[in-house]
């Protein structure tokens, strides 16, 4: 195992757990839609509009995304206001992404060309 994933499989086992659940995912999705309609964070009712489920159990949800650094939070008086890491989540994936490709000594040249290229 690479010393980098080793040292790192926590948090790689943390974000994949919290974004390999449905309600979760859904959760997400709903608050990438309310960035890209130019609000940059949204609260627990806003994002509970996404699924069935009690309010209680969609902040729970939001705390486990937090938690994997998926999410980041803000409190305003008494709400709590959602928004994604996207540079973190994007810097994990890379990461993992980049730990892939270095280990493509499987592949024919041309794949290992082609991985390359995409870099």
């Known amino acids: 195992m ?4 080793g040292k790192d499989l926590k948090d790689y ?3 994949f757990k919290a974004l390999g659940d449905s309600n979760r995912m859904a959760i997400f999705n709903r608050i990438m839609c309310c ?3 130019e609000k940059s964070d949204a609260n627990v009712k806003e994002v509970s509009t996404c699924c069935d489920l009690d309010l209680s159990v969609v902040s729970r949800h939001l705390s486990i ?7 980041d939070s803000r409190k305003e008086g008494k709400e ?3 928004s994604i890491n996207y540079k973190r989540l994007a810097k994990r994936l890379r990461e993992l992404a980049d730990q892939l490709d270095s280990c493509c000594c499987h592949l024919t040249s041309e794949e290992k060309n082609e991985s390359r290229k995409r870099k």
């Open 13 to 15: 086992i943390s974000l």
């Open 35 to 37: 960035s890209q309609e």
């Open 2 to 5: 690479n010393a980098k994933i």
């Open 65 to 71: 995304l937090r938690e994997a650094g998926v999410l």
């Open 80 to 82: 709590v206001f959602y």
